[in-house]
């Protein structure tokens, strides 16, 4: 969290404790080697300071936090560079802040530069205000493990098969989603190849699609891609059914010696096929999504990829990006135009997202492009 | 997200999601749903003609509402379906099960 920049949701926690005893200045600083980090702050003016002489370094090995009255009384404090320059601290309470594991990383304080009185009922007040500020921080850090987890199980190198290129990214709203693709070469030689989108956003979709990838790899090994939807889908049902969500995706396999992509499509219908002759097609589902079938038998179709043709599947959040109909594949077979390859697609598509000021879902893509 | 409920036998209700259908609305919308059939009114008609928006966790509402009303006995159809909620229905065959019809009227005379 050091030299991170401002956060509203931290902002707003040190607004309030400044209105609440009315003093000019209140702060979460962040506790570093030699120096304190204001993570957020009103009336300092500056994100950082040295931590000789500071009463953070205090507050921060204090259960209890503390409260002084008059640092000017005080023998820990009378010497202080705070006290005896800039910005002539009188009057000080803070309070302890303690990250995820427990263990100390700042402090949340106010001070005058005048002395005065701090009741009890306030120093109650400004602990609760300090709980508040560590329930931000440990969000914080569980999200950022979250997202470390869920992007070391997308793959981390292209499968190598002659003849085709295979790239994939994606780019969650939050530091984490429910999008993900995974690819696999199986016994017989040909590679599976996934895109799947779970219902909604953040950590409740995460761990949907963290079972769905684990359940649709092994049941991709030996079965078609419609047996192993199949498959998955029996599995998943009970906890998609419990979760009130469903997934959508695609999954297909290619056969290297052939170029022949059989693949079923579960409710996502967001896969292009463009030709090298310049024309495109989109791939129709054929079938719904997981965990919505109301007794539908899975079944696959099968395309031919031809010299310098590719297949393009992304998540709904690029359609978002777009206008948000159909007509936006329109757009996206422009945006792909000329592209050198699999790797160059799945580069523009991101670059797309890079140039939204607000991206509210999740963004993945996928392709498969045969040598031309 | 404002949501109207209208009953107007006691079998039957119409609920009118207004805005943007996303995921805490979607919710929301459930829990009427579910309370709704709860009440009695199997057969449901949710009329999305001020429904500006609708993501995937508003399409897992309605399906989930679907399966409950079925699961009584009753159905759930929609009526004034937008284009944005059509192309979400197309793009997902959810428009097989959750066939949209042009008023609430159709809605309810549908089989």
Redesign the interface.
């Known amino acids: 969290m050091l030299d991170t920049p401002r956060e509203e949701r931290f902002d707003r926690v040190v607004r309030l404790a400044q209105q609440l005893f009315d003093v000019p200045a209140a702060f979460v600083s962040l506790v570093d080697t030699d120096r304190l980090f204001y993570k957020a702050e009103v009336g300092l003016g500056k994100t950082e300071a040295p931590r000789a002489g500071s009463f953070c370094t205090v507050v921060v090995e204090d259960d209890e936090g503390i409260v002084v009255r008059d640092a000017t009384d005080d023998p820990r404090f009378a010497a202080s560079p705070y006290v005896t320059d800039d910005p002539n601290i009188r009057f000080y309470a803070g309070q302890p802040l303690a990250a995820a594991g427990g263990h100390r990383v700042g402090t949340l304080c106010v001070y005058d530069t005048k002395p005065r009185e701090f009741s009890d009922a306030e120093s109650r007040l400004l602990r609760d205000l300090a709980r508040w500020v560590e329930k931000e921080l440990v969000v914080e850090d569980e999200l950022r493990r979250a997202g470390e987890v869920q992007a070391s199980l997308l793959p981390r190198s292209e499968p190598r098969v002659d003849g085709f290129e295979i790239a994939g990214a994606c780019v969650p709203a939050q530091q984490v989603g429910g999008d993900f693709y995974d690819w696999q070469t199986v016994p017989d030689g040909a590679v599976v190849l996934t895109l799947a ?1 779970v ?3 953040g950590m409740g979709s995460a761990i949907i699609a963290a079972t769905v990838r684990a359940v649709l790899r092994s049941s991709s090994r030996r079965a078609t891609v419609e047996e192993a939807l199949a498959d998955a889908e029996l599995a998943l049902e009970s906890d998609l059914s419990a979760a ?3 997934v ?1 995706a695609l999954h297909a396999r290619l056969d290297p010696t052939t170029a022949v992509v059989h693949y079923a499509d579960a ?4 896969t292009l096929l463009r030709r090298a002759a310049g024309d495109h097609e989109r791939l129709a ?1 054929t ?3 997981l965990g ?1 079938a ?1 007794g539908d038998e899975r079944v696959g179709a099968e395309v031919t990829l031809a010299p310098g043709d590719m297949l393009l599947s992304v998540s ?1 959040g690029v359609l978002d990006m777009l206008d ?3 007509d936006s594949l329109a757009v996206l077979d422009g945006v792909l135009a000329g592209a050198a390859g699999a790797h160059d697609a799945v580069e523009r598509v991101v670059d797309l997202t890079r140039r939204q000021a607000r991206r509210p ?1 999740d963004v993945t893509v996928l392709a498969l492009a045969r040598e031309g | 997200m404002n949501l109207e409920r209208e009953l107007p036998t006691p079998t039957t209700a119409v609920l009118r999601p207004r805005g943007r259908l996303t ?1 805490a609305a979607a919710t929301t919308l ?1 829990t009427a749903i579910d309370g709704t059939v709860a009440d009695g009114h199997h057969l449901v008609v949710v009329d999305l003609g001020e429904t500006e ?1 609708l ?3 508003g ?3 309605l ?2 509402g679907l399966r409950v009303a079925r699961a009584a006995g009753g159905d759930l159809r929609l009526a004034r379906v937008g ?2 909620v059509r ?1 979400v229905l ?5 428009d ?2 959750l066939t949209p019809h042009v008023t609430v009227d159709d809605a309810f005379a549908a089989g």
């Open positions: 989108d219902m909604g956003k009130g969500s469903f959508t409710g996502h219908g967001l589902p079938g719904p999504p919505m109301f709904d948000g109909s159909l879902d | 995921m459930k928006f993501d995937s966790s399409l897992g509402a399906v989930g284009t944005q192309t197309e793009l997902t065959t959810m097989r099960v």
